[in-house]
């Protein structure tokens, strides 16, 4: 079993705040990485796909960097407001001939206005 | 429109029986997965498949099979010796381990 973790598990922060999770996996079994935002009683919805050590990508105010060597991830979210609130996915698409999609627990975010 | 379905969305299971969750795909995708959730917990997968004809065991695939007869089609079944199959169940499919679209999910209870 691959083992994806996410830290922390849940978070609350006021409208306006800066935050950043993290997400951590065995960098022996690199492929892949995509970060999903999950809504309540919506579908979980790609933030970023990154597959290169050292890339950074931005999506508004949502950004997100890679170290495939150390085998970590961070998402941030600057100016965190009510509408951030979800839960957000770190998934791995492992090395080799199989290309399983494994994702970690996932962090809570609550944003309080 | 193009996207990934999943039915039913609600699924009642009596103890001792096996169920079939659907699943349908037009985006043309080669990969399909299938992950369960449980209350407090994130996603956890139990079968995959990569291309027609071919799936693979997932971390949790006891309990549980798939076939993979058409691209666009990926149905799991829940069998009688999952011992604990209430849970939610989402699908995915994605092209060339690109982000992965979900569908709705399927919530199933078993009474």
């Known amino acids: 079993i691959l083992n994806v973790e996410q830290s922390p598990q849940s978070l609350h922060v006021q409208e306006g705040d800066s935050t950043n999770f993290t997400c951590s996996f065995p960098s022996s079994n690199f492929y892949a990485l995509h970060w999903y935002r999950w809504e309540t009683a919506k579908s979980p919805e790609a933030l970023f796909v990154m597959t290169l050590n050292g890339d950074e990508k931005k999506k508004g105010r949502i950004s997100a960097t890679l170290n495939t060597k150390e085998g970590y991830s961070y998402l941030y979210i600057k100016g965190s407001q009510p509408e951030d609130s979800a839960t957000y996915l770190c998934a791995l698409i492992s090395s080799g001939s199989a290309r399983q999609l494994t994702f970690g627990s996932g962090t809570q975010l609550t944003v309080l206005p | ?111």
């Open chain 2, 1 to 111: 429109d193009g996207g990934i379905t999943q039915s039913p969305k609600y699924l009642f299971r009596k103890e001792g029986q096996n169920v079939t969750l659907s699943c349908e795909q037009n985006l043309n995708h080669d990969a399909m997965y299938w992950y369960r959730q449980d209350p407090g917990q994130g996603l956890r997968l139990i079968y995959y498949s990569q291309i027609v004809n071919d799936f693979q065991k997932g971390d949790i695939a006891e309990g549980y099979s798939v076939s993979r007869e058409k691209k666009e089609s990926f149905p799991l079944t829940v069998t009688s010796a999952q011992k604990n199959p209430t849970a939610f169940y989402l699908c995915a499919s994605s092209a060339n381990q690109g982000r992965a679209f979900f569908g709705q999910g399927t919530r199933l209870t078993v009474v």
